[in-house]
C-alpha cells in the first residue's frame, strides 16, 4: 500500500508570505503528526492529531503555525508570515492508534525555504 | 529532556561492528529508533518496548534498560546500506515521542 506522502517536496517563499504544507497519511491510520527537522537535528515535535481533534498541539512555536485534519485523513500545516527561522524540512508522520508503542511512518517532508 | 544520543558521529569499514547509545532522564515507556539517509523520510528500524517485548529489524538488534532508561543499537557485520543517521526516538507519555539529535554513521568499503 502506499506510504505517507507530503506535498509539495520544496517550497521556496518570501518572508511575509503565508504557506501551506500538505500531508496525506496512510490509509487507516488515526494519528497523524507533524515535526519540524532542522539541519543536524532529529524531528522536532509540533501537533498531534488524533482523528479530526489536534489532541496535543504544545509543540507548535508559535500563533503562526495552524494545522488542520477536517476529515481524519489529510492534514494540512498552514504558516502565516513567515520568517527565515521557518526554514526547515516538515515532515509527517502516521501511526495506527497513536499509542506510544505504534510504529511512526514518516513522508518524505517538505523543505521550506524561506527567502 | 530530549534523549542523548552517542556517539554523535561513527565512521567503520565495512563488515566492522557499532553501537549507538541512547539515553533519557525521563521514565520510558518505549524507544523508538529510525534510520535516516540523506534527503530521505527516517525509516523505521526497530522498537524497544518497557517489559522486554522487542519488535523490528532481522539484522539490527538492540537492549533497553529500563532502570537506566538506556537503550543501545547494535549493528554487526556493517554494510554500505547502513549509512546514515540514526535517531532513537523516546516515548515519555501515551502518545509523543521526543528525538535525540542523531548519530551518524559512515560506512567506507
Known amino acids: 500500500g502506499a506510504g505517507v506522502s507530503q506535498t509539495p517536496s520544496n517550497k521556496v517563499t518570501e518572508k511575509g508570505k503565508y504557506v501551506e504544507l500538505r500531508c496525506d497519511p496512510i490509509s487507516g491510520h488515526t494519528a497523524l503528526y507533524w515535526y519540524r527537522q532542522s539541519l543536524g537535528q532529529g524531528p522536532e515535535f509540533l501537533i498531534y492529531f488524533q482523528g479530526t481533534g489536534a489532541a496535543d498541539d504544545s509543540g507548535l512555536p508559535n500563533d503562526r503555525f495552524f494545522a488542520v485534519r477536517p476529515e481524519g485523513s489529510v492534514s494540512t500545516l498552514k504558516i502565516q508570515r513567515t520568517e527565515r527561522g521557518d526554514s526547515a524540512v516538515y515532515l509527517c508522520?502516521?501511526?495506527?492508534?497513536?499509542?506510544?508503542?505504534?510504529?511512526?511512518?514518516f513522508g518524505p517532508g517538505t523543505r521550506l525555504t524561506v527567502l | 529532556q530530549q534523549p542523548v544520543q552517542s556517539p554523535q558521529a561513527v565512521i567503520l569499514r565495512e563488515g566492522e561492528d557499532a553501537v549507538i547509545n541512547c539515553s533519557s532522564s525521563?521514565?520510558?515507556?518505549?524507544v523508538h529508533w529510525y534510520r535516516q539517509k540523506h534527503g530521505e523520510a527516517p525509516v523505521f528500524l526497530m522498537i524497544?518496548?518497557?517489559g522486554g517485548e522487542q519488535k523490528g529489524h532481522e539484522k539490527i538488534s538492540a537492549s533497553f534498560n529500563e532502570k537506566k532508561q538506556q537503550s543501545s543499537l547494535y549493528l554487526t557485520a556493517s554494510q554500505l546500506s547502513y549509512s546514515g543517521t540514526y535517531f532513537c526516538?523516546?516515548?515519555?507519555?501515551?502518545?509523543?515521542?521526543?528525538w535525540g539529535a542523531g548519530t551518524k554513521l559512515i560506512i567506507k568499503p
Open positions: 525521563k521514565a520510558l515507556y518505549s
Open positions: 508522520a502516521s501511526s495506527l492508534g497513536g499509542q506510544g508503542t505504534d510504529t511512526q511512518y
Open positions: 526516538g523516546t516515548s515519555i507519555s501515551n502518545y509523543q515521542l521526543i
Open positions: 524497544l518496548l518497557k
